[in-house]
């Protein structure tokens, strides 16, 4: 591809974004499908395919695609990016379009999977399950960095000493820092009971060179500067004061991963568009997400309360502005679909599904629980975003599909096969 031809294709993605108001994965597809021909053509000694892809040209590059076992789905979208390519070439003058009386292949009517009630609710409660042993272990790893940087930097207690502490600090004498200072001795107790040590002479800190600079780091991170926070809070009023541990990173992505499977599966949402949602684009007090959706078309969807509850602990903790992200990465840049994709086989894995659940069987489940649930399809294909009513119909097909196969369990039906 000549230094023209690729500028020319600049261009072109500009003019799907602008003009005709794509997604910018749409947009990203595009564009790869247009390397791919250019590759493919250069490989053939073609020296500027991109020019005008003549028809015979495209069909050798889509039966070579087919050989390398490419998907249907994804021949047909190769298709279509070169007709609109050369239609788009045509607009500016520059060829006759000739690629683009190809006619699309016909599209093989396909069945969404759509995962069960109890299989999204066991998804839902391997989230929970890992939000749980975050929250333990960033409560253990903030604690532990608090006492040791104190006790090694405030009252210069070397390593060996403060591995040799027994966890009841009671035994020690009055003076000692876990006597004298009522902060550290409130974290003392608090990791003894984290770590559910009872005795009173073994010790609760075990320390290794490796460990000890993970410490120093963590007294650096949000999670000990939280828990110096709210030490005090805890001390002030701890009969009353909410149990668990302060909140810290490892919690936070957490539930962060809670919050973004019951939206997905609450609102039906595409993944993209969950990850481009901001905090003001969420109204936390009546529940609805204000969506733009494929090709900017905007909608308002609902999400129940246990999303909402989800939501609103997120925003609370992350103390996050209104035009944050909601869903946010390592360094606070939005988070990644293949970050998303990465969480659900982890927890497809931790509860038993084969194969792993997606994103989008999300949201296929979502419209499909909701028609087996008595809701009308237009109300699915306007929570859906749907262009067409003919896309959200293919739900009511999975609907049937599983009547004929309940019916199979007839006694008259099983006599028959």
Request: aromatic letters at 4%; a positive charge.
């Amino acid at each position: 591809m000549n230094a023209e031809t690729a500028e020319h294709r600049r261009a072109f993605l500009d003019y799907l974004s602008q003009e005709r108001g794509l997604a910018e994965a749409t947009i990203r597809a595009y564009g790869e499908d247009l390397r791919s021909f250019a590759r493919y053509a250069a490989g053939a000694g073609v020296s500027d395919p991109l020019d005008d892809p003549t028809p015979r040209a495209v069909s050798r590059y889509l039966a070579w695609e087919r050989a390398r076992g490419v998907a249907d789905s994804t021949l047909r979208r190769r298709l279509c990016t070169l007709r609109v390519w050369t239609d788009y070439q045509e607009i500016e003058g520059r060829s006759r379009g000739t690629a683009g009386a190809l006619p699309l292949p016909g599209k093989r009517p396909a069945l969404p999977r759509a995962l069960g009630v109890d299989q999204v609710e066991a998804l839902l409660g391997a989230a929970r399950k890992r939000l749980e042993q975050a929250a333990a272990t960033d409560g253990h790893r903030a604690l532990t960095a608090l006492v040791v940087l104190r006790l090694s930097g405030d009252f210069g207690l070397t390593t060996a000493e403060i591995a040799s502490l027994p966890a009841n600090a009671a035994s020690l004498p009055v003076g000692h820092p876990l006597n004298a200072d009522a902060e550290l001795a409130e974290a003392w107790s608090l990791l003894n009971r984290s770590t559910n040590e009872t005795t009173g002479e073994t010790p609760l800190v075990s320390l290794n060179p490796a460990r000890q600079s993970r410490l120093r780091r963590d007294f650096t991170t949000t999670t000990a500067r939280l828990t110096a926070r709210l030490l005090p809070r805890r001390m002030e009023n701890l009969e009353t004061a909410a149990p668990g541990p302060p909140r810290a990173p490892h919690y936070l992505r957490a539930l962060r991963d809670c919050a973004l499977l019951e939206l997905l599966y609450a609102a039906g949402l595409r993944v993209g568009e969950a990850l481009g949602l901001n905090w003001r684009d969420l109204d936390l007090d009546d529940g609805f997400a204000h969506l733009r959706g494929k090709g900017g078309r905007r909608r308002v969807v609902p999400f129940g309360e246990s999303a909402r509850l989800s939501l609103r602990r997120l925003r609370a903790d992350s103390a996050a502005s209104a035009g944050d992200p909601v869903f946010t990465g390592p360094r606070g840049e939005a988070l990644r679909r293949r970050s998303v994709n990465t969480l659900l086989r982890r927890l497809s894995d931790d509860c038993g599904l084969d194969p792993p659940a997606t994103p989008h069987h999300l949201r296929h489940s979502f419209a499909t629980h909701l028609l087996g649930g008595g809701a009308g399809i237009r109300l699915v294909n306007e929570l859906l975003g749907h262009r067409r009513l003919a896309e959200t119909q293919r739900y009511t097909r999975v609907e049937v599909s599983r009547l004929v196969e309940a019916h199979h369990r007839h006694p008259r039906e099983a006599t028959e096969h």
